[in-house]
């Protein structure tokens, strides 16, 4: 099931590792990705509640994303709910995965699982910390 993602604008920063003293590209994704349906645009509109057991899952790649070259980077994920009254994430996740469609490539991936009432509007930041190489021109 595809899930409506509102992205924010993408930071891309040059950075030194500390210990290595390596240039490191780190890059910050954010944004809200809906889960369960369309966000409310007014007026009446349905929830439904999702069991904890049996959470809904929804993995979406980032529109923004850098296609790496490589799965070797640093990955973190923070999410949130930021719409929805009785939502709770169950779990959320990024990852380099690899592109459907050529092995080659690795796209930041998102997989959130929900519990509670849906549609709901999960937060995102993603930062991925790589070398600049790893980034396909």
Same mark, same amino acid.
């Given at each position: 099931?595809?899930?409506?993602?509102?992205?924010?604008?993408?930071?891309? $920063?040059?950075? *030194?590792?500390?210990? *290595?003293?390596?240039?490191? =590209?780190?890059?910050?994704?954010?944004?809200?990705?809906?889960?369960? /349906?369309?966000?409310?645009?007014?007026?009446?509109?349905?929830?439904?509640?999702?069991?904890?057991?049996?959470?809904?899952?929804?993995?979406?790649?980032?529109?923004?994303?850098?296609?790496?070259?490589?799965?070797?980077?640093?990955?973190? *994920? $923070?999410? !949130?709910?930021?719409?929805?009254?009785?939502?709770?994430?169950?779990? /959320?996740?990024?990852?380099?995965?690899?592109?459907? =469609?050529?092995?080659?490539?690795? !796209?930041?991936?998102? *997989?959130?699982?929900?519990?509670?009432?849906?549609?709901? /509007?999960? /937060?995102?930041?993603?930062?991925?910390?790589? $070398?600049?190489?790893?980034?396909?021109?």
């Amino acid at each position: 099931m595809t899930s409506p993602l509102i992205a924010e604008p993408r930071l891309d $920063h040059m950075v *030194t590792d500390a210990v *290595t003293g390596q240039a490191i =590209r780190s890059t910050e994704y954010s944004g809200v990705v809906w889960i369960g /349906g369309q966000p409310p645009t007014g007026g009446m509109y349905l929830r439904r509640t999702v069991l904890a057991s049996k959470p809904r899952v929804s993995s979406v790649f980032l529109p923004d994303s850098l296609p790496y070259l490589d799965a070797e980077a640093t990955v973190v *994920t $923070h999410t !949130w709910v930021s719409s929805g009254p009785d939502a709770f994430i169950v779990a /959320g996740q990024a990852e380099l995965a690899p592109d459907p =469609r050529s092995a080659q490539l690795r !796209w930041v991936q998102l *997989t959130v699982r929900v519990a509670g009432s849906v549609p709901v /509007g999960i /937060g995102y930041r993603i930062v991925v910390e790589a $070398h600049p190489d790893m980034i396909s021109r």
